[in-house]
């Protein structure tokens, strides 16, 4: 199964909501678990550049199933697979995009962040993953 159109939308206002808070507009994306898009939004003053950056985070997040922070340690200098980070047409290995689970914990997806600090990033993307989880 993947992630629905209300988890989708309950993660895209979750998102809205958490980045409104802290003042600092985001690009939001929404990814299934094939990781295609399934919905994105881009809030007005949201940097154009961090467009790219949420859509890849939320694909990388989808299709590895892990935050995509945690992928930086295949990569990093040192790391097990150097290069990692450029296979899959270009993966994204810093905060901010954080895969949908089911209650049975199957992938169903993943939400992508940016716009912020990468601290922001991720406080936003957990506020959008966890929406999605509850809808």
Known sequence: ??????????????????????????????????ANL??????DGALLGSLDIAMNKAR??????FNTEALYDFSKPGG?????????GGLT?????IPVRDHDGRLLGAVGISGGAVTQDFEVAEAAAAAARAA
């Open 1 to 34: 199964m993947s992630i629905t159109q209300a988890q989708a939308e309950a993660a895209i206002i979750a998102a809205r909501q958490a980045a409104v808070s802290i003042g600092v507009p985001m690009n939001i994306a929404v990814y299934d678990d094939g």
């Open 80 to 88: 097990t697979s150097p290069g990692f980070e450029q296979s899959n």
């Open 93 to 97: 290995v810093f905060a901010g995009g």
């Open 38 to 43: 399934k919905a994105f939004e881009r809030m």
């Open 60 to 65: 990388t997040a989808a299709l590895f199933g």
